[in-house]
C-alpha cells in the first residue's frame, strides 16, 4: 500500500481554471503538509494541518484553499490558475509535526498553459 | 522564522570519491535535522537524521555531523557510487514545519 498517495501525478490546465489536488495517507499520522516545488527545486512550505486543525499558513494566496475532511485527508483547492503556479506540489504526512521525518508523496506536476 | 542555507547548489565527484554538503541554521530552537534524497522526477526521501542531542549519526556509506553552538550540520557520503546522484536537501525543525535548504546536486561520475 502507499503511504502517501496524491492524484492526479500530472495536471494540464489554462489559466483562470480552478482545480484540485488530492493525498491521502495511511500512516496514521497527525500532521499533514502541502509544499511546492518550484523550477529551482526549492521546498517552500503552503500548508501545515495537524488533526484537521490549520497550524501554518505561509504566505500564500488566497486562491489557494487546503481542505481536510479528516485526518488522513488534505487536499488542495486552487481558485483562477495563473501562469505562475506552474509547479510540483508535494504533499506530506509525519507523526507530529516537525519532530519526525516527513514521508512525502509522488508529487502533482501542475503546468498552467 | 527559521532560515536554512546549504552549500554546494552542486557537487561533481568521481566515483569512489567522497562528498560532503554542508548546512546552517538561524533558529537555536530547532533540534531536527533530517536529510532527504530526491531522484529526478521523484519524490524526496529521507535517508538520515539527527536530533540536537547528538554529535553525530552513521548509516552505512553516509554519515551527519552536527554541531549546535555554530548552527550548522554536514552530509557525509563516503565510497560514492553513480546511484548517489541526485538532489539532496537538508532540512532544519522543532515544532511545526520543517524549513529546507535550497538543495544540493550531487553528480557523481563513474
Known amino acids: 500500500d502507499t503511504a502517501v498517495s496524491q492524484t492526479p501525478k500530472y495536471l494540464v490546465t489554462q489559466m483562470g481554471n480552478d482545480k484540485s489536488i488530492k493525498c491521502e495517507q495511511n500512516?496514521?499520522?497527525?500532521?499533514m503538509y502541502w509544499y511546492k516545488q518550484d523550477s529551482k527545486k526549492f521546498l517552500k512550505i503552503m500548508f501545515s494541518y495537524n488533526n484537521k486543525e490549520l497550524i501554518i499558513n505561509e504566505t500564500v494566496p488566497n486562491r489557494f484553499s487546503p481542505k481536510s475532511p479528516d485526518k488522513a485527508h488534505l487536499n488542495l483547492h486552487i481558485n483562477s490558475l495563473e501562469l505562475g503556479d506552474s509547479a510540483v506540489y508535494f504533499c506530506?504526512?509525519?507523526?507530529?509535526?516537525?519532530?519526525?521525518?516527513?514521508?512525502f508523496g509522488s508529487g502533482t506536476r501542475l503546468t498552467v498553459v | 522564522g527559521e532560515n536554512v542555507e546549504q552549500h554546494p547548489s552542486t557537487l561533481s565527484v568521481q566515483e569512489g570519491d567522497s562528498a560532503v554538503i554542508k548546512c546552517t541554521y538561524s533558529?537555536?530552537?530547532?533540534?531536527?535535522f533530517p536529510w532527504y534524497k530526491q531522484e529526478l522526477g521523484k519524490r524526496p526521501q529521507l535517508i538520515i537524521d539527527i536530533r540536537s542531542n547528538v554529535g553525530e549519526k552513521k548509516d552505512q556509506r553516509i554519515a551527519v555531523t552536527l554541531n549546535k553552538t555554530a548552527k550548522h550540520f554536514s552530509l557525509h557520503i563516503t565510497e560514492t557510487q553513480p546511484e548517489d546522484s541526485a538532489v539532496y536537501f537538508c532540512?532544519?525543525?522543532?515544532?511545526?514545519?520543517?524549513?529546507f535548504g535550497k538543495g544540493t546536486m550531487l553528480l557523481v561520475s563513474p
Open positions: 500512516l496514521g499520522h497527525d500532521t
Open positions: 532540512a532544519a525543525g522543532g515544532y511545526s514545519t520543517l524549513t
Open positions: 506530506a504526512s509525519s507523526p507530529d509535526g516537525a519532530n519526525y521525518g516527513y514521508t
Open positions: 533558529d537555536s530552537a530547532s533540534n531536527y
